[in-house]
C-alpha cells in the first residue's frame, strides 16, 4: 500500500460538512437561495445544536439536517430538525431575514 494514496476519509469531524461533495447532499431552494441539505445520522449528531425552525436544543443522537447557502459561506450552515426544516416555509419566522430578504 502505498503511503501517497491517503484519500481523506475520515480527515473531516463528522460535524463539519464543508463545501465538499460527499455524505448525502441534496439542493433545495429557499427564500431564493439555494441551501445544500446534507442528512445527519444519528452516529453523526454528536454535538447539540439548536434548530432555528423552532429554538430547541437538538441533542446528541438524535438524526436531523444540515443545511447552508450554496453560494455562501459554509459558516452559516445551521442544524434544523427535519420537520423544522420542511416546515421551514412556516416556521422561518426570525431567522434569516437579515440577508437579503425579499419585501413584497
Ligand atoms: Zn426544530
Known amino acids: 500500500m502505498s503511503p ?3 484519500r481523506q476519509r475520515g480527515a473531516q469531524p463528522a460535524d463539519h460538512p464543508g463545501p465538499g461533495r460527499y455524505g448525502l447532499e441534496i439542493t433545495e431552494e429557499w427564500r431564493g ?8 445520522g444519528s452516529a453523526g449528531a454528536v454535538k447539540h445544536y439548536r434548530c432555528p425552525g423552532c429554538d430547541q436544543e ?16 459554509v459558516d452559516d450552515r445551521r442544524h434544523w430538525h427535519r420537520a423544522c426544516w420542511n416546515a421551514r416555509n412556516r416556521r422561518s419566522a426570525r431567522l434569516q431575514r437579515s440577508r437579503n430578504a425579499p419585501r413584497y
Open 4 to 6: 501517497r494514496r491517503n
Open 33 to 40: 437561495e439555494d441551501w445544500v441539505v446534507r442528512q445527519i
Open 58 to 73: 437538538i441533542p446528541p443522537g438524535v438524526p436531523h439536517v444540515v443545511t447552508w447557502p450554496r453560494y455562501g459561506d
